[in-house]
């Protein structure tokens, strides 16, 4: 770090770190709430914020965010530690209780360098939470006195270093922003293909329920606590499969096999609509539908994708889900087998194609997002220099 340097605990620099409101929410016009969800990629989303009743809770003034404020989310799993910083004139505006604002001191920071410095130790705060039964949570004496910034002394230095990084990452969004767009192009050009398969059926084709092209239909049940572990072990060897999509929906292992024949899982709950092919024995958990084909009308892959093509509806309110009676009358049409085996190698190879392509574009998204902590490392090390615009993005 450059001699000119100085490192302070982050509530030595700061006029005010303080959690937000406890909103009296209305319907009608009023004060606007920033929650959670309004944080996100170091932005702030105001469509997502609501309305608080200032008539019937006034809102002490130093809780509205002013220009150069910091909002921190402090509570909560997977939303914590996530910063966005105040640039422009905000609208009369607070937070709710589940947000930090951390106003810096003007005579220390040129607004957006501190906005940056806190970026910098966001994965850091999010480290932090503590908490139990799932909610964690950042104790503002913990923000105030366990985190440190370096800064220049000079002002100008200050303002020099963020015009370097606005257009670092300016450049980075917008490298982010092509491989996400051919990200998303690659997945609709298989997409399309597929639903042009089923919607360019030939005169040889026909057309039956699930149902009927299906042995077996049916949901999964509990899982055997004392006849299951998370592990795979000697006993326990056969794989619990449930709705999630993390590991294929692996839950854990049993030593019993409910379903034996190659089929078809699809999840019924969360992630709705989720299929997957099952070739080995498993036990299929509650809310996970399964479908045996009838292989002797239909290709067990063809089946997968002809499902894949179908817009799986749910039922629910709260909590969406799927049923079997719901998808038992879902039309599936077919042409004959070999005819099936033909259209599934041409859809495997395109898939295995596309796989790659978005496997690609999604290396440069996890790429491009080390580069911007790089920057930014280098930045708060006192080491970047202009030659950190020479970015391949």
């Given amino acids: 770090m450059k001699q000119d340097w100085e490192v302070r605990k982050l509530g030595d620099v700061c006029e005010l770190i303080n959690r937000g409101v406890s909103p009296k929410y209305t319907e009608t016009n009023g004060l606007i709430v920033l929650n959670q969800k309004c944080i996100r990629n170091h932005e702030v989303n105001y469509d997502l914020a609501r309305v608080h009743d200032n008539k019937v809770k ?18 909560g799993t997977g939303t914590l530690g996530r910063v966005a910083q105040i640039r422009d004139e905000p609208n009369e505006a607070t937070v709710d209780s589940h947000i930090t604002i951390v106003r810096p001191l003007p005579n220390f920071f040129y607004n957006e360098f501190f906005g940056y410095a806190l970026i910098l130790i966001e994965e850091k705060i999010a480290e932090r939470g503590e908490g139990c039964g799932g909610q964690t949570e950042l104790a503002r004496n913990t923000l105030k006195n366990e985190f440190y910034i370096s800064f220049p002394k000079s002002i100008q230095e200050q303002q020099a270093i963020v015009s370097i990084l606005d257009e670092a990452f300016a450049a980075i969004a917008q490298a982010k922003a092509n491989a996400e767009q051919n990200l998303q192009n690659a997945k609709e050009l298989f997409e399309s293909y597929l639903q042009s398969v089923f919607e360019n059926k030939g005169d040889d084709w026909e057309e039956k329920a699930l149902g009927e092209v299906c042995e077996e239909l049916f949901a999964g049940g509990d899982v055997p606590k004392e006849n299951s572990s998370k592990i795979k072990t000697n006993k326990f060897y056969i794989p619990i499969f449930s709705n999630g999509e993390k590991n294929k929906g692996l839950y854990g292992y049993t030593n019993v096999a409910r379903v034996i024949k190659p ?110 902590k790089s920057i930014l490392q280098k930045a708060f090390a006192g080491e970047l220099n202009t030659s950190a615009l020479e970015l391949e993005v």
């Fill in 263 to 372: 089929s078809i899982t699809i999840s019924a709950r969360g992630t709705i609509g989720y299929s997957v092919i099952r070739e080995e024995p498993f036990y299929p958990a509650i809310r996970l539908i399964v479908l045996i084909p009838k292989i002797d009308i239909i290709n067990l892959s063809f089946l997968k994708f002809a499902i894949s093509s179908i817009d799986i509806t749910h039922s629910g309110s709260s909590i969406p889900q799927l049923t079997v009676p719901m998808i038992k009358g879902y039309p599936i049409p077919y042409p004959p087998l070999k005819e099936q085996q033909v259209i599934v190698e041409k859809l495997d190879a395109l898939s295995t194609e596309t796989k790659q392509l978005e496997a690609i574009y999604q290396q440069k998204i996890n790429d491009l997002a080390e580069l911007k």
């Fill in 58 to 75: 006034p809102v002490n003034s130093e809780k509205l965010i002013k220009i150069g404020d910091v909002l921190i989310n402090s509570t």
